[in-house]
Structures are given as structure tokens and as C-alpha cells.
């Protein structure tokens, strides 16, 4: 099996060219294996490129853990400089068939390669049941901003830490087409995420697991955040993530809607637009090719 190593901002996955290279027969089990870090190529997941009817290329992405995920914002900045790059498309703005529906990408070109790419993410998902979020109290029409976060989730595994990080115990949840929470703090970067996260990521009160963002804001345009992702874990990025956090923040009038996100693996650009959808620019870079043996 050829394949293609990406990465945005340090979100990396190992991308298959469907058009090129037949379907795997088992993609949640290849992730598992392409994903390992030691034994396999490395990666935060695997992502197909499959021809579609409805758009110049498909995306499905699948976890590190081989669960399959609707969407994944740095992931499809990658599959559009891909599908343009190799001239599976060769135009600007791209469309490209995800999880989430159709979505429009508009490349930057440098030298005759896509080197930067703004998605237009679509609007937010902010009712409760659609997110999905199940909480004792809250209507599945209603919207999950700022509530509090210790009447829903225990207390005790922030006991130690809350303090020394400024914890605002207050959660608010969006979808970007999937699930995510954020939480806001002084100093993110002292926030046990590899504890914390897979904690609130299997919490009773998100069915389908949640993607975990911890946020610090700088300003009322520039914010830190750290993601643990559903299904990867610690990600230097999450296009997604950085787009619900830019919902999370105007929502809750901690920043404006136009920010600039510092995430462990780059910058990320977001603006929640007028028209109620979220843009998001970001860079793509192809790292290497190989051939993967024995890869069913």
C-alpha cells in the first residue's frame, strides 16, 4: 500500500490515495497499525482519499484507535493541497465530501503548490441534543455555554491542580459536525491533559465521546489552547477543536469572533463570519511518501 505522510500545524495522519490504491478492506484496523508510533509509520490516525459524485474528493478519517470521526479540520486542509498537488482537481476553491457534509477549501499556491488553505467549516452545532451532550437539566434544544462544570462531571480529579492553573469551572459544547467541550484556565500549559482528557472525553454525559480543549485567553483576539482528541489523545492540533473555540469564546464574550489560536503544533486562523459559518486557515505540508508491506 503507497501512501502520503501530512501534517497541519502538527496534526499528522497517514493519507491513502483511493483513487490510486484499492479501498482497505479493514480501514479501522489499518489505523491502528499505520498510527503506532514504534511499530507502524506514526501518526494521529489515517485519512482515504476516495473519489465521490458529490465533490472533487472524499474524506474518511479514522483515529488512532480506529474509531472513524466526522471531520477533522487540519485533515482536510491536507487532503485538498493533496487532491490539487497531484492533480486529482486542479482549481481553486476545492470541494471535499467529509463527515460533515460538503465542504468548500480555497488553497493558497506557492511555485504551483497548495502550501495554505482556509476551510469554510460551516456553521456551529450548539444544541444540546445534536452535539450530543446529555445533562440532567438541560433541554436537548438548549445550549451548553458556560455551565457548570462541577455539577455535571466529579470534582475530584481537578481537586489539585484547579487552583495553581486558575480553572474557570465552566464547560461550554459545540459541534463542528463533531463534539467538543472547552474549558478555560490561566496557564494551559500547566494542565494535566494526558489525566484530565480521557476522563472528560468518556464522561456519561457526552454519548458519543468528546473532544477535550483547555483555553487560555490572551486578548480579546489571541488564545493558547490544548487539545485531547476522541479516539488519538494529546494532538499538537485540532482544526475542529480551534474552530469550536473560537464559537466558545465569542459565545461566552471572552474574545471576538475573529482569533488567532496558538496550539503546540502551530498557528491556526478562525473567524466565526456574519453568515454564521466558521473559516479557518491553516497550513498543509506533505512530509514523505513510502510503501506500507503487508498493509491488509
Known sequence: MKFTKMQGAGNDYVYVDCFAEPMPADPAALAKRVADRHYGIGGDGLILICPTERADARMRMFNADGSESEMCGNGVRCVAKYVYDHGIAKKSPLKIETG???LEIALEIENGKARRATVDMGPPILEAGKIPVAMAGVEPTSRVVDVPLFDHVSQEPFAAWAASVGLEPKMTCVSMGNP?????????A???LEAIGPMLEKAVIFPRRINVHFVQVHSPTEVTMRTWERGSGITLACGTGASAVCVSGALT???GRKILAHLPGGDLEL???DDNHVYMTGPAEEVFQGEMLNAE
Open 100 to 102: 460533515n457534509g460538503v
Open 180 to 188: 467538543h467541550v472547552t474549558i478555560y484556565c490561566r496557564d494551559v
Open 190 to 192: 500547566a494542565v494535566p
Open 253 to 255: 464574550n471572552r474574545h
Open 271 to 273: 473567524r466565526w463570519g
